[in-house]
């Protein structure tokens, strides 16, 4: 069964900096887009960020030019680099495939962005 593993998270204050990784244990990891989700209590998977197999990159409007999404295809590793954190960043984050997520939600890793 294909598993993603979220780490990385943290509290922050507002304009910190965080990097999450996310491992995925699929044989076809480096064939297809992938992409950062996140997650308010109580409320659906919203797309933050997506990177073709070949690098190609796309950002939610609230996230382009703070955040960085890069992959490590010898890896399985996706990985998020968020700057300038802002208090509407608070979220669980999660990795799947993008636009659709096939792979069952890991646990996420929880970002917390408060002073």
């Known amino acids: 069964q294909v598993q993603s593993v979220e780490s990385g998270g943290g509290l922050v204050q507002p304009g910190g900096s965080l990097r999450l990784s996310c491992v995925v244990s699929?044989?076809?990891?480096?064939?297809?887009?992938m992409g950062w989700y996140r997650q308010l209590p109580g409320q659906q998977h919203d797309a933050v960020a997506r990177?073709?197999?070949?690098?190609?990159?796309t950002y939610a409007d609230s996230v382009q030019g703070r955040f960085t999404i890069s992959r490590d295809n010898t890896k399985n590793t996706l990985y998020l680099q968020m700057t300038n954190l802002k208090p509407e960043d608070t979220a669980v984050y999660y990795c799947?495939?993008?636009?659709?997520?096939?792979?069952?939600w890991g646990r996420g890793t929880q970002v917390t962005v408060s002073s």
């Open positions: 699929a044989s076809y990891f480096s064939q297809v887009t």
């Open positions: 799947n495939t993008a636009p659709t997520s096939i792979i069952n």
């Open positions: 990177v073709t197999n070949d690098g190609r990159t």
